[in-house]
């Protein structure tokens, strides 16, 4: 099994963040909605900090940090979180490292956080992340149609969600 571990976002992880988000390949299917500064990643780690319905954790491969995975609008009430991920170093992408992280996620969102459901939404065209995401046992809910604009094209998204009563 590939050695990935999750640990706790800090501003120690801004510098790559920036340098990642400056990258098309991860920019262009995360929804960046304004040109990447280090001062927005900063402001954005310290939101995630004091968010009590954030949990963000860097990915460590090898230990060395290669991309993030979060879970927010954490909703107690209705015991749910919202799933994304990138892995920002090209070399560690296509290797595993996505698979596990997620499944990590996934595992702190059923576990120690209790939640009862794990969405996401993904565009169509994001094959890897579609993989990936059903290889953990997402499965597709519904299709928000043209909610996503990639390279200034709407195109359409899914949403998929997995149940802690999916997992074995
Ligand atoms: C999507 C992403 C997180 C997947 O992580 P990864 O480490 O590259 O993926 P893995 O190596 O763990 O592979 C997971 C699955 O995706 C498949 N996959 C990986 N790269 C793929 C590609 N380019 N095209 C199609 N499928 C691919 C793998 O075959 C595997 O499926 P399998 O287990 O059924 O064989 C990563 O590619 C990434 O960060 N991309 C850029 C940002 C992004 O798109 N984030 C998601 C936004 S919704």
């Not at 780690?45 to 009590?52: E, F, I, Q």
């Not at 969102?109 to 993989?131: D, M, P, Q, R």
Request: proline share 2%.
């Amino acid at each position: 099994m590939v050695n990935v571990r999750l640990t706790d976002l800090t501003t120690a992880h801004a510098g790559s963040m920036f340098r990642w988000m400056c990258d098309p390949d991860v920019s262009r299917h995360v929804g960046l909605r304004s040109e990447p500064t280090l001062e927005k990643t900063l402001a954005w780690l310290g939101r995630a900090a004091s968010d009590n319905r954030v949990s963000a954790r860097a990915i460590l491969f090898d230990d060395a940090h290669v991309g993030n995975v979060v879970l927010d609008q954490i909703d107690l009430v209705t015991s749910k979180a919202r799933l994304s991920i990138y892995i920002g170093e090209a070399e560690a992408r296509g290797r595993g490292v996505g698979r596990r992280a997620a499944t990590l996620a996934v595992d702190l969102a059923f576990g120690s956080l209790g939640l009862h459901k794990v969405w996401l939404t993904v565009h169509t065209g994001n094959h890897a992340a579609i993989a990936t995401y059903k290889a953990i046992g997402f499965v597709v809910e519904g299709t928000h149609r043209e909610e996503f604009i990639l390279d200034g094209t709407r195109v359409d998204e899914l949403y998929m969600g997995l149940l802690r009563s999916d997992l074995p």
